[in-house]
C-alpha cells in the first residue's frame, strides 16, 4: 500500500541530503546541524500487519555503553516527537509514521527535523562528541 510512497521519501531524501547507504527499505544519510556539526539518519521501511507500511525514522545518540541510559530516558521522556530505544549496541530516538496517507512535508519532514535535532543535542549532552 505504501511502495508508492516510499519511493517519494527515498526521492525526498536523495534530493535534500548526503545518502551514505541505500538498500532495499532502508536509507541512511547525513544532515548538517548547527556549529558544524553532523547527524546520521536512519530510514526503514516497516510493513505493518495490517498491511499499511510505516516509515522508521531514527537517529543515534551514542553507544549505550558510553552514555548514561537513565539520563537518556529522563531527557527524552520530555520530547514531544520521537522515543529512546537501544539497537545493536546504539542508543537512538525513533520516531515512525504511516505510509498510507503520507504528507511528505508534514509528516515525515517535520518529525525528521525533530528527531535530527533532538538526537544532536542529546549526542552532545551525554557524550559531548559528534560520533553519530
Known amino acids: ?3 508508492g510512497l ?3 521519501v527515498i526521492n525526498y531524501v536523495r534530493l535534500r541530503y548526503e545518502v551514505l547507504e541505500d538498500r532495499d527499505g532502508w536509507l541512511r544519510f547525513q544532515l ?3 556549529n558544524g556539526r553532523t547527524q546520521q539518519v536512519t530510514v526503514h521501511l ?3 500487519e495490517d498491511g499499511t507500511s510505516w516509515a522508521e525514522i531514527s537517529s543515534a545518540v551514542g553507544w549505550a555503553d558510553k552514555i548514561d541510559l537513565r539520563r537518556l530516558l529522563e531527557l527524552a521522556g520530555s520530547v514531544t516527537v520521537g522515543g529512546a530505544a537501544v539497537v545493536d549496541g546504539v542508543a537512538l530516538i525513533k520516531h515512525t509514521v504511516p505510509l498510507g496517507a503520507l ?3 508534514e509528516e515525515f519532514a517535520r518529525p ?3 528527531i535530527v535535532a533532538q538526537a544532536d543535542a542529546l ?3 551525554l557524550s559531548g562528541a559528534d560520533e553519530f
Open 123 to 125: 549526542e552532545h549532552q
Open 1 to 3: 500500500m505504501g511502495d
Open 6 to 8: 516510499w519511493t517519494d
Open 112 to 114: 525528521l527535523a525533530a
Open 32 to 34: 548538517e546541524t548547527e
Open 46 to 48: 516497516l510493513p505493518g
Open 103 to 105: 504528507d511528505l512535508q
